[in-house]
């Protein structure tokens, strides 16, 4: 039997051609019809909705977003953290918004063991990258700097934000929506109130937190540079338009800390960041909680989360705090 040669090559370009064609309708539908259901989108709108009146917004990764109650705060205030997301993204996501939030008197960043390590630089590769292009959170000139810092990964997201391709798990999330929206149940599962990720409940073990740590340590520096200049970048910008920058340990379990402080210690961190002449000029206070409720592990959702129960214990205390340090600021001004 003689084979076409020429047929057999068009058959292949018409499948690759439904194929890609296939996958540019699910990451279309996705975008269109999910993606403003989704955590982040949910995030980002309630602060648009009130970034006029937040006196005090916090930042950084999950640990955060689990822990902190806005509604708990003294003043004004938003939980604008994102998973997965490192001082990098912060840096472009509050540069995008300082000056769009006017009553804005004091950001709180997160300060754990592992949030200079070199895997959270891998933030590049998460899935809500290329929302920082679609939110325009990146500019031209940060897209240049960003490719300096990350190389040709940053090329693939901006194309992606473009053209959205979805990765094996995009397209799980993808078919469960679906599924979800034909047997009429509830895209938007998760409890998003002013940024604060609810989650109740929890499984604390010292197998997770040592995999977990091993994970964020698995890169090569444990302060890594990159970081710690995008962290300089939020303090200086900070600064520059009089917000005072609190710096917070969030609790984590002991098991946590046990596995973390073998590769980096309380007192390193505090040595490399806190009291480094570097950064301590523009750190107005660092609170440390980080062993607060170390063995109380029916507040915690694993070794590093705060569960609902935590987080409402933890927000009054932050909220203590704060209120002190808001009279500290009338005091002197």
Known sequence: MKFDLKIIIKGILIALCIYIGALLAVGFIGRIVFEPKSVFARTVKGFEAQKDQI?????GQSDMKY?????????????????????????????????????LKI??????????????????RGKQFPNYFSYGYITYEDFRELYKLMGFKVVLK???????????????????NVGNLVRSKPIERSEIDDGYF??????????YAREAVQHRFRKKYKFDEGSLTYFEKILV???????????LAMPVTDYYIKHAEKYVTRAALYERVVANPRFSPYIYRHIDYMDR????????????????EGATIFSKLVASELSKIFEEMRKVS
């Open 55 to 59: 006196q005090i917004l916090f930042l």
């Open 67 to 103: 822990a902190i109650i806005p509604q708990a705060m003294p003043y004004p205030s938003y939980n604008f953290a994102e998973s997965g997301e490192n001082f990098v993204a912060t840096y472009f996501k509050l540069k995008y918004y300082i000056d769009k939030t006017p009553g």
């Open 107 to 124: 950001v709180v960043l997160p300060l754990n063991l592992t949030c200079f390590s070199t895997t959270r630089l891998e933030w590049v």
């Open 158 to 176: 901006k194309m992606q934000s473009l053209l959205p391709f979805p990765d094996s798990r995009q397209m799980k999330t993808f078919l469960q």
């Open 198 to 207: 609810k989650v109740s409940g929890g499984n604390v073990s010292e197998e």
């Open 237 to 247: 910008l900070c600064h520059s338009r009089g917000v005072k920058v609190v710096t």
């Open 293 to 308: 409720y170390a063995k109380d592990h029916a507040l915690f959702w694993n070794g590093d989360h705060l569960n609902f």
